[in-house]
Nanobody, 127 residues
Framework: QVQLVESGGGLVQAGGSLRLSCAAS????????MGWFRQAPGKEREFVAA????????YYADSVKGRFTISRDDAKNTVLLQMNSLKPEDTAVYYC????????????????????WGQGTQVTVSS
């Protein structure tokens, strides 16, 4: 059984930082590109960041570029999202996702291309 489990969410003041973690099991982690998406109440799920197999490339939404950093540790089957300079508009449920096999850069920004999803973790940024 494949599981993706997010952790690290919480309540933080604007300007603060959080680090999200996603632990994967039941799959060969190195065979998957990994992504982060988020969904705020009343909004559609949107792309945040993605990282290719072997960390060969990273991709970010314009709204988080320069503030968020995605990384992976294949030895620990873990993908991280370091979030700095947080803003109230970053408030959302953050989801980890895994895509098997090769991936084009365009593939990784579309939620429909991913094979597995975590349950999400809440991030709330207060002003």
């Amino acid at each position: 059984q494949v599981q993706l489990v997010e952790s690290g969410g919480g309540l933080v003041q604007a300007g603060g930082s959080l680090r999200l973690s996603c632990a994967a099991s039941g799959l060969t982690f190195s065979n998957y590109a990994m992504g982060w998406f988020r969904q705020a109440p009343g909004k559609e799920r949107e792309f945040v960041a993605a990282i290719r197999r072997s960390a060969a490339g990273t991709y970010y939404a314009d709204s988080v570029k320069g503030r968020f950093t995605i990384s992976r540790d294949d030895a620990k089957n873990t993908v991280l999202l370091q979030m700095n300079s947080l803003k109230p508009e970053d408030t959302a449920v953050y989801y980890c996702a895994a895509k098997h096999g090769g991936a084009y850069a365009f593939d990784l920004v579309y939620k429909g291309r991913y094979d597995y999803w975590g349950q999400g973790t809440q991030v709330t940024v207060s002003s």
